[in-house]
């Protein structure tokens, strides 16, 4: 298959993902690699802007496109749900970009009790080097959030910037829904760091503060680690605590990146009686 047959093939599926968007529920949560990671991700994840720290679109050196598909589900109340998200990245340019569309419909605990969320969102992120190896990003989301029986849109964003600390040890900060809807997330204040070892072992860890709302003061933690394993499959997982829900959960994950495409799994898991868990898969196809 050629560049240009792959890159229209692709074009399709995302075409099509956006057409059954009306009848297939689908996720706006995290990719299948933060997933895996347990939410880590204000360290940067490379080819990860959309779903992390928006500065990391600043290491993007090619142009591709993905697709997720998401099947969360809480099985003491018999509840299930379906999403995915769609889009494009384009590191071809000096201000790298990317733009997404992603959609959920799930139940969720929420204060150990049932809730809903029916929710849309297209991404859009640019990142640009600042100064030196100090990398600046910004990521903005209009949203469409139907929650019985109110039907909202408006505008979000978030704030990112990366930057060494030490010769092997990268660090980033984040301003998370910088807007701070009442009633939606709250503004978050994170950071995170990771460590490379020689090995092709890395080890991550992200803390979060929520700035505004009820949960105002509220602290949240994730550690996680990644390592490669024969050349082309790497492995990770996570432990962390959320802080608007204060449940603890882990994850884990595995990918294969081959020359033109990847593929990636992850589940996560948070909450005891009730559990919530989440099995997400993933594609990424050079364009």
């Given at each position: 298959m050629t560049k240009e047959m792959t890159r229209n093939a692709f074009l399709l599926f995302v075409l099509a993902g956006l057409f059954l968007g009306g009848?297939?529920?689908?996720?706006?949560v995290d990719s299948p690699m933060v997933q895996g990671m347990g939410g880590a991700n204000r360290f940067g994840v490379p080819r990860e802007g959309l779903f992390a720290n928006p500065a990391s679109l600043a290491y993007l050196d090619s142009a591709f496109g993905f697709f997720h598909y998401q099947m969360p589900k809480i099985p003491d109340f018999n509840s299930k749900g379906r999403a995915f998200s769609v889009g494009l990245y384009d590191g071809g340019t000096n201000i790298k970009g990317a733009f997404g569309?992603?959609?959920?419909?799930?139940?969720?605990?929420?204060n150990n009790r049932q809730s809903y969320i029916d929710?849309?969102?297209?991404?859009?992120?640019?990142?640009?080097?600042?100064?030196?190896?100090?990398?600046?990003?910004?990521a903005f989301r209009w949203i469409k959030n139907h929650n019985e029986p109110n039907y909202e849109r408006f505008l979000e964003g978030d704030l990112g910037a990366l930057f060494p600390l030490f010769a092997d040890i990268r660090g980033g900060l984040t301003l998370e829904n910088v807007f701070s809807r009442e009633g939606d997330s709250p503004r978050t204040l994170g950071g995170g760091a990771v460590y490379a070892f020689g090995s092709g072992f890395q080890l991550m860890a992200d803390g979060?503060?929520?700035?505004?709302?009820?949960?105002?003061?509220?602290?949240?933690w994730v550690l996680a680690g990644d390592v490669a394993l024969a050349g082309d499959f790497s492995v990770r997982?996570?432990?962390?605590?959320?802080?608007?829900?204060?449940?603890?959960?882990?994850?884990?994950?595995?990918?294969?990146?081959?020359?033109?495409?990847?593929?990636d799994y992850a589940?996560?898991?948070?909450g005891k009686g009730p559990t919530e868990r989440s099995h997400t898969l993933g594609m990424t196809l050079a364009l």
């Open positions: 009848s297939i529920s689908f996720a706006t569309y992603s959609r959920v419909a799930k139940a969720r605990i929420s929710r849309s969102e297209f991404r859009f992120g640019s990142a640009h080097s600042i100064t030196g190896n100090v990398m600046g990003g910004m979060y503060r929520i700035m505004t709302g009820v949960k105002e003061g509220e602290r949240g997982a996570g432990l962390f605590e959320e802080a608007y829900t204060a449940l603890k959960g882990w994850s884990w994950g595995v990918s294969w990146a081959g020359p033109r495409a990847s593929f589940m996560k898991t948070m």
